[in-house]
């Protein structure tokens, strides 16, 4: 079985540490790097073989905001949050981040954090994704 790629969605710390990690991700998986602000101006088709998506916490609140998520962002396998050390919680609790997080899918890492520990992450998320769901009780 050929192994599903990635739908991951980037997001926080600044900009260059964010892009080059979404850029190093997409590069890991063979699947193209979409910057947030590009999709919400092209409104571009969603590569059905995976993307990395990566955009600022605040970008992403202000699309939620206006007429919800698009799908690249809302169905993405695997939210990374990269929070610097001043990060409390509290100035990013968004909508956004909480939707990610009710959702299960949001996993936050320091923005240095080697990038096995982030792919480590992204693969057990395409893990569940791959996953048969479990057979119903009473049922052979």
Known sequence: MMAAAPRVVVIGADE??????????????????????????RRQPLPADGYVVDGAPQLLDRMAGTGGL???????????????????????????????????????FPPHAPDGDLVVAIDA?????????PERPGRP
């Open 16 to 41: 260059g540490v964010r892009i080059a990690r979404a850029a190093r991700l997409a590069d890991h998986y063979g699947v193209p790097r979409l910057p947030a602000a590009d999709l919400l101006i």
């Open 70 to 108: 698009l799908p690249a962002l809302a169905f993405a396998d695997l939210v990374v949050l990269l929070h610097g050390a001043e990060w409390s919680g509290a100035d990013e609790a968004c909508r956004v981040l909480r939707y990610y997080e009710a959702r299960g899918v949001l996993a936050a």
């Open 125 to 133: 998320a395409l893990r569940g994704r791959l996953a048969d769901p």
